[in-house]
């Protein structure tokens, strides 16, 4: 009887961690679709037109106008990161992702807004625009986050 009830509750014990994880959720805006877990919620920010957040990772998207960057000599995803950058005042090492169905530019940087966090920046091109979204956590954590942001960046639809 007490190996029964030891394998009854080591059963319900797995099913309940595996019922556990996050299903995958998408978000749409701002001509960006991304799928990330059900554990983000979108918010209204001034910020981004795109902006969602969960209890350890923010993700932030924009678009802006190919024919408006031109004007500032940007015409391709290697001019448009490196402007970004230089915007904010950071320097990080560019980086190419590229496979059959996606390409962008991404790089790793570090703010200090109260706290020390840690971003994925990625750009990525479509028709008209080019996109640039952030995914965000506390610094200490970006490290071990970087290969769960890369295969959310792939999940990455832009018009």
Known sequence: MRKKILLVVTVLSL????????????????????????????????????????????????????????????????????AILDNHGKSATVEVYEDEDITYYYAYYTATVDREYGYMLFVMEGESYFYSMNFGCLESNLDKNKTQYHNWAKTVIVD
């Not at 960006?32 to 001034?46: A, Q, R």
């Open 15 to 82: 099913l309940l961690i595996a019922g556990c994880s996050p299903s995958t959720k998408e978000f749409s805006g701002s001509g960006m679709t991304v799928k990330l877990n059900e554990s983000f919620v979108e918010k209204e920010v001034i910020q981004a037109p795109l902006y969602l957040e969960s209890q350890n990772h923010i993700f932030m998207g924009m678009r802006e106008s190919k024919t408006d960057l031109a004007s500032y000599g940007i015409s391709n995803l290697e001019d448009y990161i490196e």
